[in-house]
């Protein structure tokens, strides 16, 4: 896509949230909309018109291209500090033994998820509404 065409996508879903812009990425339609999570307002990702939340729980495709990747510390700050006075091999080992990984389908910057999508999706296009909406580049129904 163009710096135009991402503006404009930009442009829409910043503006006035609650609507929605779509884009084609790899083959799958992605619903782009600004709404509320608790007290903060992200763009939720709609990927064929959902969100499947198995692809948030197990590794696949559509997770690593199209969610967001947040990692997280069993650590207090407490533990980190007290692990500071730790010899470094150790301390990276604990630190890694206590690191995991979550998957959202939020995005709290436009920058963030327009920059990933450019990194991970092979083909980003704009979404024309005179394609076949219920439908993907197979042919089969998408809702």
């Not at 339609?29 to 499947?52: A, E, F, P, T």
Request: aromatic share 10%; charged share 30%.
């Amino acid at each position: 896509m163009t710096k135009e065409q991402w503006a404009a996508v930009e442009q829409k879903i910043l503006n006035y949230p609650y609507t929605i812009a779509k884009i084609r990425a790899d083959g799958h339609v992605l619903s782009l909309s600004m709404q509320r999570d608790k007290m903060q307002l992200v763009i939720v990702v709609y990927v064929d018109g959902k969100i499947d939340y198995h692809w948030l729980r197990e590794d696949c495709e559509i997770r690593r291209k199209f969610f967001q990747q947040r990692k997280r510390s069993l650590l207090t700050q407490k533990d980190r500090e007290r692990l500071k006075r730790e010899k470094k091999s150790i301390r990276e080992e604990i630190t890694a033994q206590a690191t995991y990984y979550t998957y959202s389908p939020y995005w709290t910057s436009f920058t963030a998820l327009r920059q990933h999508l450019e990194k991970t999706c092979e083909s980003i296009t704009p979404y024309e509404e005179g394609e076949h909406a219920n439908t993907n580049l197979d042919g089969e129904s998408v809702i």
